[in-house]
């Protein structure tokens, strides 16, 4: 697949030194790729601004509550594509299958993670990127229908696109809260570097079918 699109601009105030993370990923399933080429660097750059915008408020309350909801949203969602993991880890156990899939084009690059939801967001496209690897080695193996393995594919990825369209509407409404306090040229110098795109995805914006459950 084509090289992830990249930010324009690096992810970084110039007039603040960050603490950073670098961190080297693989992802291996065209699904969780997609989610690298179409959300995920509107996402840091989202998460980065929230910060940025919320620094410059200065209500330190408006900075808990929206720490919370995100990290609301990324914990609960994580938790449910793990729970779909092992249970299909158990499938493949019960139905005696000991190969394990292998990709032809996995993509490996070198993040920098800048906040604890940026860290959290990384490590849902990686239980997304292990859970494909499930889905796809029980059709390998003939336990899934094509049907079955599409249908699967498509709805976790939409699903997480959507967590990241959640976190580019809290960097809007933020944006706006500093516009109400007479901040919003200082907001705008501050995320010049950002580059974010509040905007929904060209494609996989329409309501998703809740992820489907295959047969024990």
């Given at each position: 697949?084509?090289?992830?699109?990249?930010?324009?601009?690096?992810?970084?105030?110039?007039?603040?030194?960050?603490?950073?993370?670098?961190?080297?990923?693989?992802?291996?399933?065209?699904?969780?790729?997609?989610?690298?080429?179409?959300?995920?660097?509107?996402?840091?750059?989202?998460?980065?601004?929230?910060?940025?915008?919320?620094?410059?408020?200065?209500?330190?309350?408006?900075?808990?509550?929206?720490?919370?909801?995100?990290?609301?949203?990324?914990?609960?969602?994580?938790?449910?594509?793990?729970?779909?993991?092992?249970?299909?880890?158990?499938l493949?156990?019960?139905?005696?299958?000991?190969?394990?899939?292998?990709?032809?084009?996995?993509?490996?690059?070198?993040?920098?993670?800048?906040?604890?939801?940026?860290?959290?967001?990384?490590v849902?496209?990686?239980?997304?990127?292990?859970?494909?690897?499930?889905?796809?080695?029980?059709?390998?193996?003939?336990?899934?229908?094509?049907?079955?393995?599409?249908?699967?594919?498509?709805?976790?990825?939409?699903?997480?696109?959507?967590?990241g369209?959640?976190?580019?509407?809290?960097?809007r409404?933020?944006?706006?809260?500093?516009?109400?306090?007479?901040?919003?040229?200082?907001?705008?110098?501050?995320?010049?570097?950002?580059?974010?795109?509040?905007?929904?995805?060209?494609?996989?914006?329409?309501?998703?079918?809740?992820?489907?459950?295959?047969?024990?």
């Amino acid at each position: 697949m084509a090289e992830p699109r990249r930010s324009k601009r690096p992810l970084q105030d110039s007039r603040f030194s960050r603490p950073v993370f670098e961190e080297t990923i693989t992802i291996h399933s065209s699904h969780a790729q997609r989610i690298l080429d179409r959300g995920y660097y509107r996402v840091a750059a989202a998460l980065y601004a929230i910060d940025v915008v919320l620094r410059i408020i200065g209500d330190h309350d408006e900075m808990d509550a929206v720490e919370t909801l995100v990290d609301g949203h990324i914990q609960a969602f994580a938790t449910t594509m793990e729970q779909e993991r092992q249970r299909l880890l158990m499938l493949r156990e019960q139905s005696g299958i000991t190969r394990q899939v292998k990709y032809t084009r996995p993509v490996t690059l070198k993040i920098q993670i800048s906040s604890p939801q940026m860290a959290q967001y990384t490590v849902l496209i990686q239980v997304l990127d292990r859970l494909m690897m499930e889905i796809d080695s029980l059709w390998m193996n003939a336990v899934l229908t094509s049907k079955q393995k599409a249908l699967a594919g498509y709805t976790w990825r939409v699903a997480l696109l959507r967590i990241g369209r959640e976190i580019m509407t809290l960097e809007r409404r933020a944006r706006d809260a500093a516009a109400r306090d007479g901040k919003a040229e200082e907001v705008a110098a501050a995320t010049a570097d950002t580059d974010v795109v509040v905007e929904h995805d060209v494609a996989d914006t329409h309501e998703a079918t809740p992820a489907p459950r295959f047969p024990d």
